[in-house]
């Protein structure tokens, strides 16, 4: 009897130790998650002689792979669709598709994948990575913020989270607005960018 309890105890022990490891490893492991087009969202503004004219891309996806507790181990790789660009004025909207600006024919995609993903302090994190707009492809740093994960209460066994970003470019270093239009007399070079993502997992 003696020996049956001795066992007992050290098996639950032994259960405790195991359910422990497993939750350590689940908490530093890398997290993948689905970006929800629908609720999220890449933003832009750019200087027209003085007022700022904003605008976005409504097609984008990519791989979100991103554990705030292990950010060595995440990974953003996201594509966007050039000719999903909206400015809410279909005559500049087709403009910019053209080879004056993105020429979206021969370069659809605009493309940002990391090399690096820092956490700086709190929620606030530095993804450093390589930017390609049409041929050209630039290091950036996008310093972003995680604002929490919880549980996705209309989809059941699902977590939601949320990253928000800011940047701001040049779109001369791109080569968007090529000839009469590289000028920043009526357009201004920098452009400012805003990301914000709803994304999604399996709980």
Do not use: C
């Not at 689940?26 to 969202?41: G, K, L, V």
Request: charged share 20%; aromatic share 8%.
């Amino acid at each position: 009897m003696k020996n049956l309890l001795i066992t007992t105890i050290l098996l639950a022990f032994a259960s405790v130790a195991v359910a422990e490891s497993n939750e350590t490893t689940d908490h530093h492991s890398p997290m993948e998650w689905t970006i929800d087009n629908s609720h999220s969202n890449i933003l832009f503004q750019i200087n027209h002689f003085f007022n700022a004219i904003p605008g976005t891309f409504n097609e984008f996806d990519g791989r979100i792979v991103f554990n705030p507790d292990s950010p060595e181990d995440s990974e953003f790789d996201v594509t966007i669709q050039v000719a999903s660009v909206d400015t809410d004025v279909e005559r500049r909207d087709g403009h910019l598709r053209t080879a004056d600006f993105f020429d979206a024919e021969t370069y659809p995609e605009m493309h940002f994948r990391t090399s690096e993903i820092r956490h700086v302090e709190g929620s606030s994190y530095l993804a450093l990575g390589q930017l390609t707009i049409k041929d050209v492809t630039r290091e950036v740093e996008l310093p972003f913020e995680f604002l929490g994960v919880t549980n996705h209460v209309m989809q059941e066994n699902t977590l939601v989270a949320g990253l928000h970003g800011e940047i701001s470019l040049l779109r001369n270093d791109f080569g968007v607005g090529v000839g009469d239009w590289a000028s920043t007399a009526v357009i201004g070079d920098e452009v400012r960018i805003q990301i914000s993502l709803q994304v999604t997992k399996p709980e």
